[in-house]
């Protein structure tokens, strides 16, 4: 079964940073591009960041572009969101979701996603 | 990288079909055959329904089904039950190698 958990959540001060991770299992962690997705609270999703199998392609929106930065680590199984920079309405659930291909030409669509973990970023 | 253009809410009696518009660009829906579609229940993570425009994963209701003309997509469910009510997203790739969603449907059964 396929398994996504994040973390590294939680209460941060505008221009902050924070770290968040995607623990990932049951499935080849190194054959598949991975996403984050964020949602504001009682508000629709918005695609923040994709990043190939290999790590050799990163893919972002204007909104976050110079201030996230994804990454990950195929032995450890991990994926990661750096975000700086931290603004009020950066505040959300962010979700960790696996990529339907090796992801060299962007984000097609995403299966599963995991429970998400909440930043809130405020003063 | 305006979001996708969807009906805020659309509702039915159990057993009705209602149909979910999604509408784009030339830059996305218009140009690829990457259109996805996600069901979320209240406080749970989405769930895709529908991808590719119209293939559904293993496990997905053959009630749901989707479909695209031009720069409009859309998704029909069939036979609502009860634990259809949820908000449905549609998502399509984007010819800046983006993902865009749309703003969600809340369905509701009457």
């Known amino acids: 079964e396929v398994q996504l958990v994040e973390s590294g959540g939680g209460l941060v001060q505008p221009g902050g940073s924070l770290r968040l991770s995607c623990t990932a299992s049951g499935f080849g962690f190194n054959t598949y591009a991975m996403n984050w997705v964020r949602q504001a609270p009682g508000k629709g999703l918005e695609w923040v960041s994709s990043?190939?199998?290999?790590?050799?392609?990163?893919y972002y929106p204007d909104s976050v572009k110079g201030r996230f930065t994804i990454s990950r680590d195929n032995s450890k199984n991990t994926l990661y969101l750096q975000m700086k920079s931290l603004r009020v309405e950066d505040t959300a659930v962010y979700y960790c979701?696996?990529?339907?291909?090796?992801?060299?030409?962007?984000?097609?669509?995403?299966?599963?996603w995991g429970q998400g973990t909440l930043v809130t970023v405020s003063s | 990288q305006s979001a996708l253009t969807q009906p805020a809410s659309v509702s039915g009696s159990p057993g009705q079909s209602v149909t979910i518009s999604c509408t784009g660009t030339?830059?996305?829906?218009?140009?690829?055959?990457?259109v996805s579609w996600y069901q979320q229940h209240p406080g749970k993570a989405p769930k895709v329904i529908i991808y590719?425009?119209?293939r559904r994963p293993s496990g997905v209701s053959h009630r749901f089904s989707g479909s695209k003309s031009g720069y409009t997509a859309s998704l029909a469910i069939s036979g609502l039950q009860g634990e259809d009510e949820a908000t449905y997203y549609c998502?399509?790739?984007?010819?800046?190698?983006?993902?865009?969603f749309g703003g969600g449907t809340r369905v509701t059964v009457l």
């Open positions: 030339s830059n996305d829906v218009g140009s690829y055959d990457y």
């Open positions: 998502s399509s790739y984007t010819s800046r190698t983006t993902l865009v």
């Open positions: 590719d425009v119209s």
């Open positions: 990043i190939s199998d290999l790590g050799g392609s990163k």
């Open positions: 979701a696996k990529g339907s291909d090796s992801g060299d030409y962007g984000p097609k669509w995403l299966d599963p």
